[in-house]
Structures are given as structure tokens and as C-alpha cells.
């Protein structure tokens, strides 16, 4: 069964650094999502993407955060100086249609900012 | 704005016994309501949607849940949980104007006692 892959599986940082996570979505889908989960919090949207643009994005998602899909497979969230508050689980999602229809979830990255 | 409320943060159920998970959502135009569950170290799985039509819903491994707009709840129910159903379970609202922005609840986890 097709599914969401994302590496690492868990990155260890230090404030102020850039981290990239990567993600796989499932081949024949085009659009593509992420979300964070602060521990013990909410799961919570960040950002949709589909024909290399930006569809959507939450207030969290501010300058210091980008997407790009690289190339044909690759999704990749950018984080440019991260601070201590960025740590969270990072989920990555990916859907064959807009609107309202399956998301299906990558594993998650857990990110540790020191 | 909008919101996803799932007041149970954990709920004990004996195996064999039934299962009501609560959420409650505020939302101003027509939901569109999701129940997902997340096993250890998985990414979140949907576990069955509601759009429109027929109130009750059912989806995989036996679950089902109800909408019901006079109370602005969509609850998940099981008539006999297994011991595989440990998990926790997010309640979802879809928003935006794509609509591929999903509000999540915090999520109740659910442990199976024998």
C-alpha cells in the first residue's frame, strides 16, 4: 500500500539553525500539506501546496518558514532560524484531490530545538 | 473561528464493551468532519469522513459516528472495541477556501483494559 515517508524521523537542532524536512508523498498525488504537533497540544495546519505554489497557509506559517517540491517526489519544509518554541512533531500529508478529500499522513519528524 | 473540541482527554474501555468518542465543532458554513486515529510511531489514518447526506457514517475497522448539527457534535462510536483500537483518535473540521486546511481536535486517547 502506498503511503507518506518522512526523514528524519527525529532532528536535533540548535536555536538559530536551518533544518529541512523532507517528505515523499504517495506518487500519484499532487497536493501536499504540512501540520505540527506541540507536545501535548493540538495538531495544527501549517501549509497546502499544489502546482508549486502556496494554496493555503495558517498564521504559524510566517517568513521563517517555506516549502518548495524540489523534484518529482520530494517535499520539503524550510525552517531558516529556528527558535526553542519550533520544537514539535512534524507531519507531512499528501491528496490526489483538493477539497476536502483523504489526506493521508506521513510518520512525522520530530524536531528538538536546544 | 474555527474549532474542533474533543473533551475526553483519555478514556479506559474494557474489551468487548462499546465505545463513544465525543467532538464538537464550531463551524459557520457546512462541515466537513473527520475522524482520524494515530498508532504509536504512525502517521494519522483516516478512519472515516462526513461531507454531506446521510447523517451516520461508517468507516474502517468497524467504527461509525453520527453528525448532528442542532449540536454541532460528531461523535465516534464502536459497538464492541478490540484491543488493537488503543490508539488516539483526533476529531477534524476541514476550512478554507480550498478546503484543504484540516482543524484538528487535541485528540483523546483511548486505552483497551482486558
Known amino acids: 500500500e502506498p503511503e507518506v515517508t518522512q526523514t528524519p524521523s527525529h532532528q536535533v537542532t540548535q536555536m538559530g539553525q536551518e533544518v529541512i524536512l523532507r517528505c515523499v508523498p504517495i506518487?500519484?498525488?499532487?497536493?501536499f500539506y504540512w501540520y505540527r504537533q506541540i507536545l501535548g497540544q493540538k495538531v495544527e495546519f501549517l501549509v497546502s501546496?499544489?502546482?508549486?505554489?502556496?494554496?493555503?497557509k495558517s498564521e504559524i506559517f510566517d517568513d521563517q518558514f517555506s516549502v518548495e517540491r524540489p523534484d518529482g517526489s520530494n517535499f520539503t519544509l524550510k525552517i531558516r532560524s529556528t527558535k526553542l518554541e519550533d520544537s514539535a512533531m512534524y507531519f507531512c500529508?499528501?491528496?490526489?484531490?483538493?477539497?476536502?478529500?483523504?489526506?493521508?499522513f506521513g510518520p512525522g519528524t520530530r524536531l528538538t530545538v536546544l | 473561528a474555527q474549532s474542533v473540541t474533543q473533551p475526553d482527554i483519555h478514556i479506559t474501555v474494557s474489551e468487548g464493551a462499546s465505545l463513544e468518542l465525543r467532538c464538537n465543532y464550531s463551524?459557520?458554513?457546512?462541515?466537513?468532519l473527520f475522524w482520524y486515529v494515530q498508532s504509536p510511531g504512525q502517521g494519522l489514518q483516516l478512519l472515516l469522513k462526513?461531507?454531506?447526506?446521510?447523517?451516520l457514517v461508517q468507516g474502517i475497522k468497524g467504527f461509525e459516528a453520527e453528525f448532528k448539527r442542532s449540536q454541532s457534535s460528531f461523535n465516534l462510536r464502536k459497538p464492541s472495541v478490540h484491543w488493537s483500537d488503543a490508539a488516539e483518535y483526533f476529531c477534524?473540521?476541514?476550512?478554507?477556501?480550498?478546503?484543504?486546511?484540516?482543524?484538528f481536535g487535541k485528540g483523546t486517547t483511548l486505552s483497551v483494559s482486558s
Open positions: 462526513y461531507f454531506s447526506g446521510d447523517t
Open positions: 506518487s500519484n498525488h499532487l497536493y
Open positions: 500529508a499528501s491528496s490526489d484531490t483538493p477539497s476536502y478529500n483523504e489526506q493521508f
Open positions: 463551524y459557520g458554513a457546512t462541515p466537513y
Open positions: 477534524a473540521v476541514g476550512v478554507g477556501q480550498a478546503g484543504t486546511a484540516l482543524i
Open positions: 501546496f499544489y502546482n508549486n505554489e502556496i494554496s493555503e
